[in-house]
């Protein structure tokens, strides 16, 4: 049974991939309230959804606490700030996610606020709520056209790809919601449905502020969800299938950061190294199973402990595997 952990208030938001924010040295920050996800796709790099083996937590953040957090993190960006509201999961199972939207675009430094799912919870009144309080940008994820073959690439019985591209046409012709179609390219199991995709997008007016599509290669992930029928593209592969549907379409799909206006931008530094050894307190449960939550002494930044479940309350030493933006992980050391 996976636990659900509220994040007290008095943890801080940075550290980990699972809740929080991401700062990754440019101008997007990657906002975490959540980890739920209604799907249980078959090539999860996150193991997300009700069929999760390997979760042992999911994490809800307090609106104003990440409030907070974004705030002050904004603040160190300057201005042109993208709030791109992504999760491991699904944002949209978020429970005031429509607040949440409207709280960032407030924010003077906040330029965009988009927003990455694949759909399964949208409908007419949630897609209103999100253009009213500022939402900028969908990247809808739309991985087959086919109902059979996208509800087993979903893993979930009643998943129906034709009510999301309904709503992806609402999207488009009723509101000022930009919209990016982004696919997670399965080799081979929807290579034949790449190119309707893109039709799709086409058909639909995806793209206005930005690139129409955006197709995502599904990668090997230690703990995401293995499927043998997948087949895992090497990057040259990808570009070269990419490449020749752009002649063949006439549509450009191989994208640069500066597409979305994405560029180097003043960064809270974590004051680690990689391989240090530092004494961290134990504040909850891991995210996966073998693994704990954990905050540095100064209550600064959470640690992702692996290998350990380990009581709430201790302090132990441990040696940092990982300190990339902003994100530390870290194993019991002696
Ligand atoms: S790929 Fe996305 S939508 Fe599918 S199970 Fe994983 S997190 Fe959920």
């Known amino acids: 049974m996976v636990e659900c952990f509220k994040v007290p208030d008095n943890l801080p938001l940075v550290g980990t991939v699972y809740f929080g924010i991401i700062d990754r040295g440019t101008n997007v920050l990657q906002i975490r309230p959540t980890t739920f996800c209604p799907l249980s796709c078959i090539f999860c790099s996150t193991d997300a959804g009700p069929n999760s083996k390997r979760r042992r937590t999911e994490y809800l953040v307090e609106l104003d606490h990440i409030m907070d957090w974004t705030s002050y ?19 949209l199972t978020y429970p005031k996610i429509v607040d949440l939207v409207h709280q ?173 050894k530092i004494s961290v307190n134990v504040v909850g449960p891991g995210w996966f199973k073998g693994e704990s939550l954990a905050v540095t002494r100064d209550k600064r930044w959470v640690v992702t402990i692996v290998g350990a479940e380990l009581p709430e309350g201790s302090e132990v030493n441990v040696r940092l595997l990982r300190v990339k933006d902003n994100i530390l992980v870290a194993t019991i050391s002696n």
């Open 73 to 91: 993190l904004v603040k160190i960006k300057g201005e042109g700030v993208e709030a791109h509201i992504d999760t491991v999961g699904d944002p």
């Open 104 to 276: 960032i675009r407030e924010l003077e430094e906040v330029a965009t606020v988009s927003m990455q799912t694949h759909g399964h919870l949208l409908n007419e009144k949630v897609i209103d709520d999100l253009e009213q309080a500022g939402l900028s940008r969908i990247n809808l994820s739309i991985d087959a056209l086919d109902p059979q073959l996208a509800k087993r690439l979903a893993g979930t019985e009643n998943y129906n790809v034709n009510r999301v591209i309904e709503m992806a046409k609402y999207i488009t012709e009723n509101t000022s919601i930009d919209l990016l179609i982004a696919p997670v390219w399965v080799h081979p199991l929807n290579d034949l449905e790449m190119e309707k995709i893109i039709g799709l997008a086409k058909e639909l007016g995806a793209g206005r502020n930005c690139p129409p599509l955006g197709i995502q290669k599904c990668e090997r992930h230690k703990f995401g969800r293995r499927v043998k029928e997948i087949k895992f593209m090497t990057w040259y592969e990808f570009y070269r299938r990419l490449r020749e549907l752009e002649l063949r379409t006439g549509t450009k799909l191989i994208l640069k950061a500066s597409d979305f206006g994405i560029r180097p931008a003043t960064t809270l530094r974590a004051p680690y190294q990689k391989w240090e």
